[in-house]
């Protein structure tokens, strides 16, 4: 049994204790951290069985019981955790990204060499059904060569204008899980960035610094193309939707909703929108992310998405971000840190 200290009470912070209470069997959670922790959190998760509660994150890492810890803390607190946790030779999940500025990403990877702690990222869309299916696909060369892989990724609505202001942008907070995506299903590396966006949902995220609605067109080493686009608000729900297009085929996912019924009658023919948010579309990937992680640890095995993926992802958010700046390609050679 892995012994669990979560740091951090947050929205993701709730949904990992969640899923490995009612989901993961081989874990458990015995402690939880958040400097805002109050009543109403400290009694949910006491129902949840978590016997040790605190405002102090290294009470955790200092907690002999404690073999592994969840950083679900704000972004700006990732890596600064992950020193202090590999420090403290405890197992690591971070949540992503594990930083916006990519030398603090790599003073993460250089605190690792040598270690014996197993440190993951969580892009829990690796571990979801359909996005799963389709990486099978591509890589079982049912498609044959790749030639164009499309990504459409847009959320119900914006979130606060507070939270954006923190966020690190759209590219490093919510395109972040496309591109590792690009990286997960096409299984190569992405060489240049080019990005466009405008605000189309709300002005005060323009008024705050940042964009709501973005397409990205990437080139990958074989010279495949894959194109991403996002928008802050679709009205239907959650869309979440892929196709791999290459030389014998093409693999293509559509959103999950909650039934497949499909009703014709004499108004037309309607059938059910997509799940809301990631919590009903995500929920199973989350738990599946961590049962890789505790195998990983328990087994003594490579972790399945590593500090490399946290690095990537963010290299290539940093490369769209300056390409929507400077209004041209990007390569990822000329990003320096």
Same mark, same amino acid.
């Given at each position: 049994m892995?012994?669990?200290?979560?740091?951090g009470?947050?929205?993701?912070?709730?949904?990992?204790? =969640?899923?490995?209470t009612?989901y993961?069997?081989?874990?458990?959670?015995?402690?939880?951290?958040?400097p805002?922790?109050?009543?109403?959190?400290?009694?949910?998760?006491?129902?949840l069985?978590?016997?040790?509660?605190?405002?102090?994150?290294k009470?955790?890492?200092?907690?002999?019981?404690?073999?592994?810890?969840f950083i679900?803390?704000?972004?700006?607190?990732?890596s600064?955790?992950?020193?202090?946790a590999?420090?403290?030779?405890?197992?690591?999940?971070c949540?992503?990204p594990?930083?916006?500025?990519l030398g603090k990403?790599?003073?993460?990877m250089q605190a690792l060499?040598g270690?014996?702690?197993?440190? =993951?990222?969580?892009f829990?869309?690796?571990?979801d059904?359909?996005?799963?299916?389709?990486?099978?696909a591509v890589?079982n060369g049912?498609?044959?060569e790749?030639?164009?892989?499309?990504?459409?990724s847009?959320?119900?609505?914006?979130p606060? %204008?507070?939270y954006?202001k923190?966020?690190g942008?759209?590219?490093l907070?919510m395109?972040?899980?496309d591109?590792?995506?690009?990286r997960f299903?096409?299984?190569e590396?992405?060489?240049?960035?080019?990005?466009a966006?405008g605000v189309?949902?709300?002005?005060a995220?323009?008024e705050a610094g940042d #964009?709501?609605?973005?397409?990205?067109?990437?080139?990958?080493?074989?010279?495949a193309?894959?194109?991403?686009d996002?928008c802050?608000?679709?009205?239907y729900?959650y869309?979440q939707?892929?196709e791999?297009f290459?030389s014998?085929?093409?693999?293509a #996912?559509?959103?999950d909703?909650?039934?497949?019924?499909?009703?014709?009658?004499?108004s037309?023919?309607?059938a059910e929108?997509?799940l809301?948010?990631?919590?009903?579309?995500?929920? =199973?990937a989350?738990?599946?992310e961590?049962?890789?992680f505790?195998a990983?640890v328990?087994?003594?095995t490579? %972790?399945p998405?590593?500090i490399d993926?946290?690095?990537q992802s963010?290299l #290539?958010?940093?490369?769209a971000?300056?390409?929507?700046?400077?209004?041209r390609?990007?390569k990822?050679s000329e #990003?320096?840190f």
């Amino acid at each position: 049994m892995l012994n669990i200290g979560i740091i951090g009470a947050g929205r993701i912070g709730k949904v990992h204790l =969640q899923s490995v209470t009612r989901y993961v069997t081989d874990a458990k959670v015995i402690a939880l951290a958040d400097p805002f922790m109050n009543a109403e959190t400290e009694e949910w998760a006491r129902s949840l069985g978590v016997g040790k509660l605190t405002r102090d994150y290294k009470e955790i890492l200092s907690d002999p019981e404690v073999d592994a810890v969840f950083i679900c803390s704000s972004t700006d607190t990732h890596s600064a955790i992950s020193l202090e946790a590999i420090a403290a030779g405890k197992h690591i999940f971070c949540e992503k990204p594990v930083d916006h500025d990519l030398g603090k990403i790599k003073a993460v990877m250089q605190a690792l060499e040598g270690s014996n702690v197993k440190y =993951q990222v969580g892009f829990n869309r690796r571990f979801d059904h359909n996005f799963a299916a389709a990486r099978e696909a591509v890589a079982n060369g049912r498609i044959g060569e790749l030639a164009v892989l499309k990504i459409t990724s847009r959320d119900p609505g914006a979130p606060p %204008v507070d939270y954006i202001k923190v966020s690190g942008g759209i590219f490093l907070d919510m395109t972040i899980h496309d591109f590792d995506m690009v990286r997960f299903i096409s299984g190569e590396e992405v060489t240049e960035v080019y990005a466009a966006g405008g605000v189309t949902v709300d002005p005060a995220i323009g008024e705050a610094g940042d #964009i709501d609605t973005a397409v990205v067109t990437l080139r990958l080493e074989s010279g495949a193309l894959a194109v991403i686009d996002n928008c802050r608000r679709a009205s239907y729900g959650y869309d979440q939707r892929l196709e791999a297009f290459g030389s014998k085929g093409q693999v293509a #996912i559509s959103n999950d909703t909650a039934s497949s019924a499909v009703v014709s009658d004499a108004s037309g023919v309607t059938a059910e929108k997509p799940l809301y948010f990631f919590l009903e579309r995500y929920m =199973q990937a989350y738990a599946a992310e961590v049962e890789a992680f505790v195998a990983a640890v328990r087994d003594d095995t490579p %972790v399945p998405v590593g500090i490399d993926a946290g690095l990537q992802s963010v290299l #290539i958010g940093v490369a769209a971000k300056k390409s929507l700046e400077l209004g041209r390609p990007v390569k990822l050679s000329e #990003i320096e840190f």
